[in-house]
Nanobody
Framework: QVQLVESGGGLVQAGGSLRLSCAAS????????MGWYRQAPGKQRDLVAV???????QYADSVKGRFTISRDNAKNTVYLQMNNLKPEDTAVYYC????????????????WGQGTQVTVSS
């Protein structure tokens, strides 16, 4: 079993910054892609940023130039540095990891964090 624990959300004024963290633990053989998604009230969950095991990154157009995704493979952790935050960034942010499980059979699953609230006031 694998658990993802997020931290770093909170309330910030427009123009401010926050850094989200998501750490994975459990029966991990390797972690492939890591990503951040967000879901605002009444809306679908959308991709914010993703980083591959090789370090390639991809961002939603709405956050390009403001958000930076990074990973620490030794700590099984993904980060999202969010700068110049806007009220429209307000949402619950979820991390997702594609994890290969340790065991006699190689299995790969998607795991999600519990979500962390980010609120940006105008």
């Amino acid at each position: 079993q694998v658990q993802l624990v997020e931290s770093g959300g909170g309330l910030v004024q427009a123009g401010g910054s926050l850094r989200l963290s998501c750490a994975a633990s459990g029966s991990i053989f390797s972690i492939n892609a890591m990503g951040w998604y967000r879901q605002a009230p009444g809306k679908q969950r959308d991709l914010v940023a993703v980083i591959t095991s090789g370090g390639s990154t991809q961002y939603a157009d709405s956050v390009k130039g403001r958000f930076t995704i990074s990973r620490d493979n030794a700590k099984n952790t993904v980060y999202l540095q969010m700068n110049n935050l806007k009220p429209e960034d307000t949402a619950v942010y979820y991390c997702k990891m594609v994890v290969t499980i340790s065991g006699p059979i190689v299995l790969k699953y998607d795991y999600w964090g519990q979500g962390t609230q980010v609120t940006v006031s105008s």
